[in-house]
């Protein structure tokens, strides 16, 4: 790597690691925050969701502005809003004030992430780029994954309010490199498409509101039936309307090439079990084995660890290789994994019984994140990276807070908070669930291609 590849790559992943960290900082001081606040369990999820469908829904509105007026630009806008979005968290007073401050931070997330990886995919030439890939998706996987343990030690060692308050200096150090190190750039002058961020917004929470009020409200109640309906019929609107519109927010073009749609949903799978996991087990840790939020953080370190390692060795590997085996062997041993520890789950269970499928489902995941990634971009023309990575990144943070919705509706159905034994009840069930996601993602990653293959330079047609 050159010089401006370097700062590339490090300012690019700097700068998704924070909004990528945010995602689930919250999970291990969850508990606190509720005894605190005086918040319910679906109030809880809100804190997680509020900031994933704002971060999901605006994502191609952020990749529109960056092609528009400039990504180094947008960029720097999104990590100000974000920054003072996350004081605004930490000055809460209220749960309805966190949670709209947590939907104000997700907005100024889904304008830096897809820059950051707009940027870092245009700084690589195609020979290179899924090592890259590979490095960028290791730091903002270990984000992901450091989230709980980071909000954990913040929890006990000081206070919740201090999960948001980290947020700040750190985005007063990347802005000015942002401004002196990475060149501005625009992608093609594509319109903006609001009817469509209306669409799927309106669309996408009406899905996640009736998974999440399922437990209190009644699967087969007026409330749950309308939400999942509407919602649905939402989506449904929004898929016909962007391949009607000239300048549509998610090109449905795309998804006429095997290679961006088999990814797409297997990525979207391997959120889903992977956020959802993350969630129920940081709680599972506290409230079933009795241990503080920086023991449960503590206790999620092995995931993060394999994904230091692993992904940027797959990453590479995938430039050589092809990205179909790592997805699919990545995703089958993730789904092996939480099968394994649906199985074994009970109010007695101990830790080192718990570690081998945690270990073993975190190198799973590290072989598939970058294999989807380097997909989904090298399956576009140069000049359309922008809008892939808008979408890629669209779909797996859905899937993520789709995850977490359904895994949450499922633990309700089947256990509750009242006791270790019940917690448990409802644990097992929930993560058989996430290992369905990510046996189904497995599957749709057979679609993806099976050997290294030149990027095209246009859009190729469906074969």
């Known amino acids: 790597m050159d010089t401006a590849q370097r700062w590339a790559l490090g300012l690019a992943s700097a700068s998704s690691f924070i909004v990528a960290l945010d995602v689930l900082v919250v999970a291990t001081a969850l508990t606190t925050i509720q005894r605190d606040l005086d918040s319910s369990f679906a109030t809880l999820e809100w804190t997680l969701n509020a900031y994933s469908l704002a971060f999901a829904v605006l994502l191609p509105v952020g990749a529109a502005l960056g092609d528009r007026f400039g990504r180094q630009r947008v960029l720097i806008a999104g990590l100000t809003l974000f920054a003072f979005a996350s004081a605004a968290c930490a000055l809460s007073t209220g749960v309805g004030a966190l949670i709209t401050a947590r939907a104000l931070q997700g907005v100024g997330a889904a304008m830096v992430l897809p820059l950051a990886l707009t940027i870092l995919g245009t700084a690589f030439p195609p020979r290179t780029r899924g090592r890259a890939l590979g490095l960028f998706s290791g730091i903002t996987g270990v984000a992901t994954f450091a989230g709980p343990f980071v909000g954990g030690v913040v929890a006990e060692g000081l206070a919740w309010q201090w999960v948001f308050w980290v947020n700040v200096p750190v985005c007063a150090v990347v802005i000015p490199l942002v401004l002196r190190h990475i060149p501005d750039s625009r992608g093609p002058g594509t319109k903006l498409d609001p009817l469509g961020v209306l669409l799927v917004t309106a669309g996408a929470f009406g899905l996640v ?106 990453g590479a590997l995938a430039d050589r290789l092809g990205e179909r085996r790592f997805m699919v062997v990545g995703l089958l041993m993730q789904g092996l994994a939480m099968a394994w520890l649906a199985a074994i789950t009970a109010s007695d269970l101990t830790y080192p019984d718990m570690l081998p499928p945690l270990v073993i489902g975190g190198v799973g995941v590290s072989m598939a994140m970058p294999a989807a990634q380097k997909s989904i ?69 057979l679609g993806m291609p099976g050997a290294a293959r030149p990027v095209p330079t246009v859009t190729p047609r469906a074969t």
């Open 377 to 445: 971009v090298s399956a576009v023309a140069p000049q359309e990276i922008g809008q892939a990575s808008g979408v890629l990144t669209v779909l797996r943070i859905l899937g993520g807070v789709f995850g977490i919705a359904v895994l949450g509706a499922v633990f309700g159905a089947f256990g509750g908070l009242g006791s270790p034994t019940a917690f448990a009840a409802g644990f097992g069930p929930a993560i058989g669930v996430a290992a369905a996601f990510a046996l189904l993602g497995s599957a749709f990653g």
């Open 209 to 314: 509101w009736g998974l999440v009020r399922a437990d209190s409200a009644g699967w087969v109640s007026v409330e749950v039936i309308t939400s999942l309906t509407a919602g649905a019929l939402l989506v449904a609107l929004f898929v016909r309307h962007e391949q009607r519109v000239p300048a549509p927010m998610m090109p449905m073009r795309f998804f006429t090439i095997r290679a961006f749609t088999s990814a797409n949903v297997a990525n979207f799978c391997l959120y889903a079990s992977l956020y959802g996991t993350l969630f129920l087990l940081a709680q599972y840790f506290q409230e079933v084995l009795g241990h503080g939020p920086l023991d449960a953080g503590l206790r999620l370190m092995p995931w993060t660890g394999t994904l230091m390692v692993c992904a940027p060795i797959a």
